[in-house]
């Protein structure tokens, strides 16, 4: 089994699609239990904390510096939480979940979705960047995903989510894609945005 520390929330409304809660870097499985009941209540929620750590802080992947990511480390840890996802499914009896992933979880979320398509029935991507500059050919036609960028954010440029949003509608996804005028903190209109696109998503 692939040991990830993590929590699980059990469904308490069927018909609601299971959360995949990825933190950001220096969260851990916690986090955005919280921000998951807000979007999707009744939801189930698995929330791993990542297994890479930056100065003692969680993360899913390494990174060279603010922005630049360990590529061969991205796929390694792309592949890993796939297996974490099928083994959860399997042991809690769960659908392919919605991925909702902030920062480094988004980017980590984005890299899982281009590799291991069949492990996510779609993605929210809170302040995400692109994950692999040379990304697989991947299949994700009609999945939806829902991509929240922050329009100050000084860690994610505008080039970069608007790239990142072309290669997965290229990829096939069904992206919606809004700039808010935020930073790379999250907002009060992330949260509301974020349930009213998980409501209308089938
Ligand atoms: C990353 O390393 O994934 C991004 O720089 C976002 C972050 O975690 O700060």
Known sequence: ETAFIHRFEPATSAGSPPLLLLHGTGG???????????????????????RVLEHGMPRFFRRLAEGVFDEDDVRRRARELGDFVAEARQRYGLAAPI????????NIAAALLLQRPEALSG???????VPLSDPPNADIAGKPVLLLSGQGDPIVPASNSA????LLSQAGASVTHRVLPAGH??????????????????
């Open 28 to 50: 851990d499985e916690n986090d955005l239990l919280g921000l998951g009941k807000l979007i999707s209540p009744g939801s189930a929620l698995l929330a791993p904390r990542g």
């Open 99 to 106: 991925a909702v992933g902030f920062s480094n979880g988004a």
């Open 123 to 129: 993605a929210i991507l809170l302040r995400a960047m």
């Open 163 to 166: 790239r990142l949003a072309a």
């Open 185 to 202: 903190q999250l907002s009060q209109a992330d949260v509301t945005l974020a349930r009213d696109w998980i409501g209308n998503v089938d």
